[in-house]
């Protein structure tokens, strides 16, 4: 059991070898759910609970953080399971716990501990809570990452608990990042964990900076990876995220082409299709992206923050590629409605490929091109220079 502040304690759960978060994030240097205690004059709040995976890790720590003492309060900053799994757990241990949550919030955590009944004590912005000498103070920070996340200030230990916001799958077994032994790595995870899970946000995220920006902190208590001081990755971080979601007003169009490609041939017509698309377009920023070859995390980010793109799929199994499915489950579903996006791609036997994936674009109420471009096996010239005409088609539409 480790003080951040003499009455603020940090239960960390290491998960050291998680390679795979969320079933679809990469981990490379594993994880850590953190929890808290305050330790009010009159009242003890827990702050987030923990991963179901490691009920028994997390008993043995809140024991060891609580001795005796029964906690009132269970502030939940957002009901992801991994934040979650164990609230079920912990009111069959304190039955009188309550829980404080927001709204939506309160909506979700029914469905996750199966309780109708459950009777939570629901917060909303600038609601505060008395402890006795401390106070926990709610901020509404939705869509950070999910609908009815809120970050949670005790303004007299100057910490803020932000949940997902500005933490990083990064496990040491020191808390701080001051203690960060690798701290190049850190920074990697820390990006990447942004572009992952923040990215799809960015009006959110800078929200979220503003309302941070108000308030005077030297901790912020994240729920993955090292807390954040002042002096150390407090503001560097914060800095880190006004850059990536900064948002530039482009003078050019985003037009991104993504394929991926067995044999070359859907990446002969993805080359030409963007041909096409910097012919018609030539005010447009138009670049091929070989889903194999980059960062996927990065790519859903560019597709993310595109204006309209085009995609190309083989078909294997009557189906798209995983790794297009791959790049489309990043899709930002709040911010996607009406993206136009053209969808194209070589096959062999009976191409199932393209059509599903502009089924499935259509049902996330995207533009979707209405041709679209399926060859079978080898493109010919006259295919290729179809290729070049559905891009500039493409372009032409959305201009
Ligand atoms: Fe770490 Fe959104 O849960």
Known sequence: ???????????????????VFDVIMRTEYGTSYNSYVVLGSE??????????DFLDVYFAHLGDALGDRVPDYLVLNHTEPDHTGTVAALLERYPDLKIVVSRPGSLFLKSIVNRDDLDCLIVGDGDTLDLGDKTLQFISAPLLHWPDTMFTYCPEERTIFTCDFLGAHFCEPETFDTKVSHRA?????????????????????????????????????????????????????????AEWSADVARTRPLVPVFYCSAYGNTAALAERTCAGIRAAAPQADVELYDLIEYDLDELRALMNASDAFALGTPTINRNALPVVWELLAGIDGVNF???????????????????????????????????????????????????????RAFAEAIS
């Open 1 to 19: 059991m480790i003080s951040v502040t003499p009455s603020i304690l940090v239960i960390s759960v290491l998960n050291p070898n998680a390679r």
């Open 43 to 52: 009242k003890i709040a827990l702050i987030e609970a923990a991963h179901p």
């Open 185 to 241: 790595a850190y920074l990697s995870a820390a990006q990447h964990y942004f572009d992952g899970i923040m990215s799809p946000f960015m009006p959110s995220v800078r929200d979220g900076l503003e309302k941070l920006g108000a308030l005077d902190i030297d901790y912020a208590c994240v729920s993955h990876g090292p807390i954040l001081t002042r002096g150390c990755e407090l503001e560097r971080q914060i800095k880190r995220y």
């Open 337 to 391: 409605a009406k993206r136009p996006v053209a969808v194209f791609g070589s096959y062999g036997w009976s191409g199932e490929g393209v059509p599903r994936v502009a089924e499935h674009l259509a049902s996330l109420k995207a533009n979707v091109f209405e041709q679209q471009l399926r060859v079978k096996f080898v493109p010919t010239k006259s295919d290729l220079a179809s290729a070049e005409d559905f891009g």
